[in-house]
């Protein structure tokens, strides 16, 4: 069967760098409660100037560029976020036309933190028809923050991400098989509930800055995480026929170090083969596997002939994994990367 495969690969992360400590300073909490509890010592904030369209365009540009592809080759610009640009129109038409990307289609998806895997499983769909499609994550979190609440405030983080999908042609990363899931009996658990048709944002709400609050049910979320991860790891391991000890790498949605450990633990993986920069980037949602993956080429810790797992969970419930087959090293440009 037709394949496609990763070509390129662009990040961006805004040069702001918050840290724990600087969070400790508006509200009740302390560096060491978030380190031990989440393993997240700062994270990217956008600056004022800043939007998610802006943020995706410099990922995006990236991509082209560092592959020396010109925006007018893309069929499709799929661009997944939960922090849109606007209502209405999609976010991914504004970076459509600052890529001067004439000839594609361009929509937004909103999936939570499993939305890049949902939308890359849609772009390997296309690709495999012929058409070059350009995939970006992008979420401005910091931007839609409820800072007086302490428990989730700080564990998002901004940045964008973005990846070009092309028909395979031996090159690149193979998209190899992949499965996502979402199970919508679970909505009440991880949602920011105001501003859309079911709830209209009263104004004493807003008064507050409740409307940007993410009502997160921790620990039932990190539960549902760990488990649901690690069981469609297994499930996709049983479909390409592939041993644990055969992956190389797992990158994983970056959430939470504590429940990086604990899929890694349900799977009998070694922590070093789980690729965490949570301590630098935090949640970033959709962008955070694109991050990941851009991090770890430009720090040449991927070879060529690796197979690589990448799996997130997110609010939906959706869920889901990855098997990625590396064929060569994609040209991947990560601006604003830690050092
Ligand atoms: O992509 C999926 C996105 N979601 C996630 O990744 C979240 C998954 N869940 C988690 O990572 C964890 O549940 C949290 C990090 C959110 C919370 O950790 P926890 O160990 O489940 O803590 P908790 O919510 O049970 O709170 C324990 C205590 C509480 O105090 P009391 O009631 O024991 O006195 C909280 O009020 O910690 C307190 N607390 C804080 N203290 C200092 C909550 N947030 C903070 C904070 N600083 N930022």
Same mark, same amino acid.
């Given at each position: 069967?037709?394949?496609?495969?990763?070509?390129?690969?662009?990040?961006?992360? !805004?040069?702001?760098?918050?840290?724990?400590?600087?969070?400790?300073?508006?509200?009740?909490?302390?560096?060491?409660?978030?380190?031990?509890?989440?393993?997240? %010592?700062?994270?990217?904030?956008?600056?004022?100037?800043?939007?998610?369209?802006?943020?995706?365009?410099?990922?995006?540009?990236?991509?082209?560029?560092?592959?020396?592809?010109?925006?007018?080759?893309?069929?499709?610009?799929?661009?997944?976020?939960?922090?849109?640009?606007?209502?209405?129109?999609?976010?991914?038409?504004?970076?459509?036309?600052?890529? %001067?990307?004439?000839?594609?289609?361009?929509?937004?998806?909103?999936?939570?933190?499993?939305?890049?895997?949902?939308?890359?499983?849609?772009?390997?769909?296309?690709?495999?028809?012929?058409?070059? @499609?350009? @995939?970006?994550?992008?979420?401005?979190?910091?931007?839609?923050?409820?800072?007086?609440?302490?428990?989730?405030?700080?564990?998002? +983080?901004?940045?964008?991400?973005?990846?070009? @999908?092309? !028909?395979?042609?031996?090159? *690149?990363?193979?998209?190899?098989?992949?499965?996502?899931?979402?199970?919508?009996?679970?909505?009440?658990?991880?949602?920011?509930?105001?501003?859309?048709?079911?709830?209209?944002?009263?104004? /004493?709400?807003?008064? %507050?800055? *409740? =409307?940007?609050?993410?009502? #997160?049910?921790?620990?039932?979320?990190?539960?549902?995480?760990?488990?649901?991860?690690?069981?469609?790891?297994?499930?996709?391991?049983?479909?390409?026929?592939?041993?644990?000890?055969?992956?190389?790498?797992?990158?994983?949605?970056?959430?939470?170090?504590?429940?990086?450990?604990?899929?890694?633990?349900?799977? =009998?993986?070694?922590?070093?083969?789980?690729?965490? %920069?949570?301590?630098?980037?935090?949640?970033? +949602?959709?962008?955070?596997? $694109?991050?990941?993956?851009?991090? #770890?080429? /430009?720090?040449?810790?991927?070879?060529?002939?690796?197979?690589?797992?990448?799996?997130?969970?997110?609010? *939906?419930?959706?869920?889901?994994?990855?098997?990625?087959?590396?064929?060569?090293?994609?040209?991947?440009?990560? $601006? *604003?990367?830690?050092?």
């Amino acid at each position: 069967m037709a394949a496609s495969a990763i070509i390129s690969i662009g990040a961006y992360a !805004p040069s702001r760098v918050v840290t724990n400590d600087d969070l400790s300073k508006i509200m009740d909490t302390s560096d060491e409660w978030i380190r031990t509890r989440t393993g997240i %010592h700062q994270r990217h904030m956008a600056l004022a100037e800043e939007t998610t369209a802006s943020m995706s365009f410099n990922a995006a540009q990236a991509a082209l560029d560092t592959a020396t592809m010109d925006a007018a080759d893309l069929d499709w610009i799929l661009l997944c976020t939960d922090t849109p640009e606007m209502w209405t129109p999609a976010t991914a038409c504004f970076v459509q036309e600052s890529l %001067h990307a004439k000839r594609a289609s361009a929509i937004d998806l909103t999936g939570g933190c499993a939305g890049f895997l949902q939308t890359l499983e849609l772009a390997d769909a296309v690709a495999k028809t012929g058409k070059i @499609v350009m @995939v970006i994550g992008t979420e401005l979190l910091t931007r839609s923050m409820d800072w007086s609440d302490r428990s989730t405030a700080v564990l998002f +983080g901004d940045g964008a991400g973005a990846v070009i @999908v092309a !028909p395979d042609r031996g090159q *690149g990363i193979q998209l190899t098989h992949s499965r996502t899931y979402s199970d919508g009996s679970q909505t009440d658990i991880l949602q920011k509930p105001y501003g859309g048709t079911r709830n209209p944002i009263p104004p /004493e709400i807003v008064a %507050h800055g *409740g =409307h940007h609050r993410i009502h #997160m049910e921790g620990r039932k979320v990190f539960r549902h995480a760990v488990q649901r991860m690690s069981q469609s790891a297994r499930e996709i391991l049983t479909d390409v026929k592939l041993p644990v000890d055969a992956v190389d790498w797992i990158v994983p949605h970056q959430a939470n170090q504590r429940i990086l450990t604990a899929v890694a633990d349900a799977l =009998h993986i070694p922590m070093n083969k789980v690729f965490s %920069h949570v301590q630098n980037y935090a949640n970033t +949602g959709s962008a955070s596997i $694109i991050l990941a993956l851009a991090d #770890m080429f /430009e720090q040449d810790l991927i070879l060529p002939r690796q197979r690589l797992i990448s799996v997130a969970f997110g609010a *939906g419930f959706s869920w889901g994994s990855a098997v990625w087959t590396v064929q060569s090293l994609p040209p991947t440009r990560f $601006i *604003g990367r830690d050092q």
